[in-house]
């Protein structure tokens, strides 16, 4: 072979050998990117995120299950309006997305799953590793879920607390008040008559003292006047120009029924606080603030969750945090509510104050703080115009 | 003394001065065809390869419809029967910019730097835009984010590409706007049709 040929074939070589090189390398490109899972992380979230935005926006109620091959490698949460991926020994990957905060949100942190359902229904956004359909409650929302099969309510505790602590999210509304309250009525729930015939047929007026406590020998009429009155006082005090009327005294009569009742409130009225509370097992004390939807209704939401805020702070010994609901038409002060907030166009909250069963509910262990935290709640809605 | 010879092309020397130029020209070119070749084998294979997701026209457009179809955008929604009238504004809440504003920052609410950013602009048609018709009004326009609006939709005319940039999108759509007004002593519904321009931008980092 000639000099030159050698010359030749040694630079052809040359270059041969820089491509091979150069297409190992890349070969090592995209063999370390078939290993790295931040890509499919990205697009993972991304799809999350905007599923999440239209699932909330769904007028009516509708389940979408998400599921993708390697799912199962992640998890996942859905807080602080940021769709997270965890993996281990690698940084969290999030990408934002919107919530509704008119809606309940449930948001379960989901650990190597083959599947994440996401779901809205009733005013409410649920994010869990099984389809749920519903809520078992039988007032309002609770926390309670419904398995698809519908074999009853599931057992999880992390669920649970999860719903609990996703309730924080609801923020409070940034409207403004809309006018300055010049008449508040108070509602001290219960103890009023009905009539029921006795054993002779007679009619009798029977008094509803509501929700009883034996043990400790209270009762939810003689408790809700209690606060009631000692609101009066906290209000007159807090909100100078305006005029607290209650709807019920200590000292009514047979002709106070629950039509009387719904007699006394009138349109002049600007703002109705309701005051109630329930009975269930011992252990469990929480406050429930219930309003309605449609008219009135940010405003209501203002008013509900600056009580929310001040019951969470002042009040002590609660089990759950404080909860804002739309109050179902199947509950037996709808009508207040509805009489209120779309008749007479005026706002309108029920407070649930506690357990009577639970010694250390708001309106029997703590009257003085529950009082103050509804008056300074009242005060700073009247004050935010 | 042995001489070395320079035996390589590129430095060889060469009696004929103009042969040795023409070597050196020749070897540019042939680095020049081996860049390309290696250049071209990263790019076709990249071709193959998605390492970036841009889902931001796809998330203004899915905004723009979640604005117009959910149940705390700008149509009317019933939550009693969960029914949503698409399209179907109220006046009232038309006419009140701030409540307006504030039901948007509520039903897409982000905690930190939104998506997006929008401005909603109501029109009446020309042929209602009589000065003797008393339906003809003007709107303010409703922001949702009204400052970032400003500072992308800057962004978004100068038509800058890259991080630094922003797009803009804008959609025209008829609506009805619902008014409730007294005739006769009587609440009678009335539904005055008009243009919503929605115009919606987002950062492109």
């Known amino acids: 072979m000639n000099k030159k040929a050698i010359k030749l074939t040694s630079e052809a070589l040359i270059e041969a050998v820089l491509i091979t090189i150069v297409i190992i390398a890349f070969a090592f490109y995209i063999s370390s990117l078939k290993e790295d899972t931040l890509i499919e992380k990205t697009a993972i979230i991304r799809e999350l995120s905007m599923l999440a935005n239209t699932v909330q926006t769904s007028p009516q109620d509708v389940i979408v299950i998400y599921n993708k091959n390697n799912l199962n490698k992640y998890h996942f949460s859905f807080k602080e309006n940021y769709v997270q991926i965890k993996q281990q020994d690698y940084a969290t990957v999030l990408y934002p997305y919107y919530t509704d905060m008119m809606l309940l949100m449930m948001l379960q942190e989901i650990d190597k799953k083959e599947q994440i359902v996401l779901s809205s229904f009733k005013d409410s956004f649920v994010v869990s590793p099984e389809t749920i359909v519903g809520f078992a409650s ?8 419904i398995s ?25 509304p940034l409207a403004k008040s809309t006018a300055a309250l010049t008449t508040i009525v108070l509602d001290a729930g219960k103890g009023d008559y009905a009539a029921m015939p006795d054993e002779n047929e007679q009619e009798i007026f029977v008094l509803d003292t509501g929700a009883e406590n034996k043990a400790l020998g209270i009762k939810e009429h003689e408790l809700t006047i209690k606060t009631a009155i000692m609101l009066e006082t906290a209000l007159r005090l807090k909100i100078k120009n305006a005029f607290i009327k209650k709807t019920r005294t200590q000292n009514e009569d047979e002709s106070f029924t ?3 009742r719904l007699q006394r409130f009138s349109a002049d009225d600007n703002l109705v606080i309701s005051i109630r509370m329930y009975q269930a097992e011992e252990n469990e004390n929480k406050i429930i603030l219930y309003i309605l939807s449609g008219k009135n209704e940010l405003q209501n939401q203002k008013i509900a969750c600056l009580l929310m805020n001040e019951l969470q702070t002042k009040v002590s010994g609660l089990t759950h945090k404080v909860e804002i609901r739309y109050l179902p038409k199947t509950d037996d002060y709808y009508p207040i509510l509805e009489k209120n907030s779309k008749e007479n166009d005026n706002l309108a909250v029920l407070l649930e104050l506690g357990n009577i069963n639970n010694k250390d509910n708001a309106l029997y262990s703590q009257p003085d703080a529950t009082v103050d935290a509804i008056a300074a709640a009242t005060a700073a809605y009247n004050e935010d115009r | 003394m042995k001489k070395t010879k320079i035996t390589h092309f590129f430095l060889q020397k060469n009696k004929k001065k103009g042969f040795a130029y023409f070597q050196i020209i020749f070897a540019f070119y042939r680095a020049f065809v081996l860049m390309l070749v290696v250049l071209s084998i990263i790019m076709i294979t990249k071709l193959f390869i998605k390492v970036t997701f841009d889902t931001q026209k796809a998330e203004m457009e899915l905004f723009k419809e979640q604005l117009l179809y959910s149940k705390d955008g700008i149509s009317l929604y019933d939550r009693e029967t969960q029914l949503l009238y698409p399209g179907v504004i109220d006046y009232n809440l038309l006419k009140n910019k701030a409540l307006f504003e504030s039901k948007l920052l509520q039903g897409f609410y982000f905690k930190d730097k939104p998506l997006v950013a929008a401005k909603l602009e109501f029109s009446l048609p020309t042929e209602i835009i ?18 970032y609006f400003k500072e992308l939709a800057v962004l978004a005319n100068t038509k800058l590409i890259g991080a630094g940039g922003a797009k803009m999108i804008k959609r025209e759509t008829p609506v009805l706007i619902k008014k409730i007004i007294v005739e006769n002593n009587l609440a009678v519904e009335k539904y005055i049709p008009a243009y919503l321009t929605i115009t919606i931008v987002s950062s492109n980092s």
């Open chain 1, 138 to 145: 039988q007032r309002g929302y609770s926390f309670n879920p």
């Open chain 1, 258 to 260: 629950y039509y009387e």
């Open chain 1, 148 to 172: 698809a099969g519908g074999n009853g309510v599931v057992q999880n505790n992390g669920l649970q607390k999860n719903a609990q602590s996703a309730l924080s999210l609801i923020n409070c």
């Open chain 2, 130 to 147: 009589e000065l003797t018709d008393p339906t003809y009004e003007i709107f303010e326009p409703i922001f949702y984010h009204e400052d």
